[in-house]
């Protein structure tokens, strides 16, 4: 009967009897029964001894109480809100108002790709049909319900971006804190701009032109703002593009 044959050191070190690569036994460390061996990890760790560098020691810690003292001598200014309110950014993202055409109908088309393009599913919106005798706005539909839940929208303005007709813009208001979680879900009668002089409010027949065309051929001059007041009452200063003009 011929003699067993003598096992290896890697079969030694894998009793499951599995062959394991020569480069990959080595660079795994040895496990001895009952024993711990130490691997040696190549990791930076801090000298204790650079901790015990009285030079360093204290200029780190004037370094860091410097800033402290610098800025206790400095005059703090309290804004006294809301007795004193700073105007805001001219491109700040406030509250959203969807605008009208010169002759007071709505940009708004109920296209829903400001709903679609929102990450956070903040705005609902449901398109209606125009007809002949009750017309909101230039084409074939309008945003019959529109809905934007200020307890999700983040202010990204992707919406903005995604409007073609520039109906939908940002307003330089904030101040939209309430006590009521269902308040917060603004609907087209509180987003829609109040008529401006010489605005008829819909539903009218179109003014501008005899078909929808004239409501989106681009214009050199660049309208008002589309919005005196917003439903507390308080300006917007945001202007928008009047009439078509961001496509040109």
């Not at 307003?171 to 917060?184: G, P, T, V």
């Not at 989106?216 to 003009?245: C, F, H, L, M």
């Amino acid at each position: 009967m011929a003699d067993a044959p003598t096992p290896s050191a890697d079969d030694a070190a894998n009793p499951t009897g599995a062959g394991v690569p020569a480069g990959r036994a080595a660079a795994q460390p040895a496990i001895r029964q009952g024993s711990a061996v130490p691997v040696d990890i190549s990791q930076r760790r801090l000298n204790e001894t650079e901790f015990d560098q009285p030079i360093a020691s204290l200029g780190g810690f004037a370094s860091g109480f410097g800033m402290t003292f610098a800025t206790m001598f400095k005059k703090v200014y309290t804004q006294q809100y809301p007795f004193e309110v700073f105007p805001t950014a001219p491109r700040y993202h406030g509250r959203h108002v969807l605008n009208r055409h010169p002759d007071g109908l709505e940009k708004c088309i109920g296209c829903e790709l400001c709903a679609w393009a929102c990450p956070a599913d903040a705005i609902y919106v449901e398109g209606g049909d125009n007809t002949d005798t009750e017309r909101f706005s230039p084409g074939e539909r309008y945003g019959k319900v529109y809905q934007i839940n200020y307890l999700r929208c983040i202010f990204c303005g992707l919406c903005v971006e995604a409007c073609p007709t520039r109906s939908l813009t940002m307003s330089n208001e904030y101040e939209l804190a309430l006590d009521n979680r269902q308040d917060l879900i603004y609907t087209k009668e509180q987003l829609m701009a109040p008529l401006l002089p010489g605005m008829e409010a819909p539903p009218h027949p179109m003014r501008l032109g005899d078909d929808e065309a004239a409501y989106y051929t681009p214009r050199k001059d660049e309208g008002a703002p589309q919005s005196a007041a917003n439903v507390a009452g308080k300006p917007i200063v945001a202007s928008a593009i009047e009439v078509g003009g961001h496509h040109g």
